[in-house]
């Protein structure tokens, strides 16, 4: 392939309710989207984070930059596109995975269209749908966390993910697993919330039966993490603090995490998530593919990741409506709990362009062939 022309194409779509965690509170998915043109095929994909840095250290305009003047003249120098060919090149440029995972994400589309591949062939996927899950935000009061998992669960989901925070934790849990029995498949997430010094007061999430604690200490910190869990017996998963596969087994190692959290933005791509993935389950590790409140470009791909055989637990890749009373692509709807995974070349899905032009604040070139 030839790379002709690449676009952004900012998009912000209203949630249907606000979504808190300790980092703060969105009511609108505000990102952009990447299109990839080549002389084979386009290819689509989304950028994961926020407009502000507070999830992680990329935020959307600093992610356009990078992009622009650093990521795009390397893939732009090579004599053949290919996704394969990408890492050497942008391996240069320190950090920004997100940004890297936005570009790679789009050639890829682009060159498994141009072969007729899905995107679950060519990671290896060994299911036809997922089981989905889904990540329930701090709440106003514990009644009305009830009500939201009441009806999540009527929905078909069928794993509850609880965000937490200190001063948030205990009575939530106690609340909804007392309401909904000791069957119910039960995760909370900290978001680096806690320290070590909370120890002890975590501990007392024990007595849940919960299936993980994700990232409740500061990201990257390993050490603390494996501390922690030497104290806990309800496992440790990471999220934030896995950055790549060799991050992956220094955290097993170590006894730092006994499930892994993966998001392919986080890691650069989706080549790199299948290596955590791989790292993972050869150690007997249970995977998870984790969300970002995705798009329908951006939900698509994660369903072929979270169809790998490690993936063994339900990851958050919840149906559309869970996060918007309109997406930007075709809704994937809940049936049964699970979610298809796209079987159509690449991704599988593309914008709708109604839905893509109400819903897009602006675009630009970023690349134009000579």
Sequence with gaps: MKLERVEIVHVAIPLVSPFRTSFGTMTTKDTFLLRVVTDAAEGWSEFAGDPEPLYCSEFVAGAEIVLRDFLLPRVAGLPVLGTAHLAPVLDGIKGHELAKAALETAVLDAELRSYGMPLATYLGSVRERVPAGVS?????????????????????????????????????????RERFGADLPLQVDA??????????????????????????????????????????????????????????????????????NVKPARVGGYLEARRVHDVAHAHGVPVWC????????????????AALPGCTLPGDTSASSRYFAEDITEP???????????????????????????????????????
């Design 136 to 176: 329930v935000g701090i709440k106003e009061s514990v009644g009305e966390l009830l009500d939201a998992v009441e009806g999540y669960l009527a929905e078909g989901y069928v794993r509850i993910k609880l965000k937490i925070e200190p001063g948030w934790d205990l009575e939530p849990v106690r609340a909804v």
């Design 191 to 260: 978001n680096t919330a806690y320290t070590l010094a909370d120890a002890e007061h975590l501990r007392r999430l024990d007595a849940f039966g919960l299936l993980l604690i994700e990232e409740p200490l500061a990201e990257n910190n390993l050490y603390a993490h494996a501390r922690l869990q030497q104290r806990l017996a309800t496992p440790l998963c990471l999220d934030e603090s896995l950055h790549n596969a060799r991050d992956t087994a220094s955290a097993i190692a170590m006894d730092a995490c006994r499930v892994v």
């Design 290 to 305: 984790g969300g970002m409140l995705e798009t329908g470009i951006g939900r698509a791909p994660n369903l072929a990741l």
């Design 332 to 370: 994937f709807v809940l049936v049964d709990g699970h979610l298809p995974v796209p079987r159509s070349p690449g991704i599988g899905v593309e914008p709708l362009p109604e839905a893509l032009r109400r819903f897009a604040k602006g675009r630009r070139d970023l690349y134009t062939a000579l």
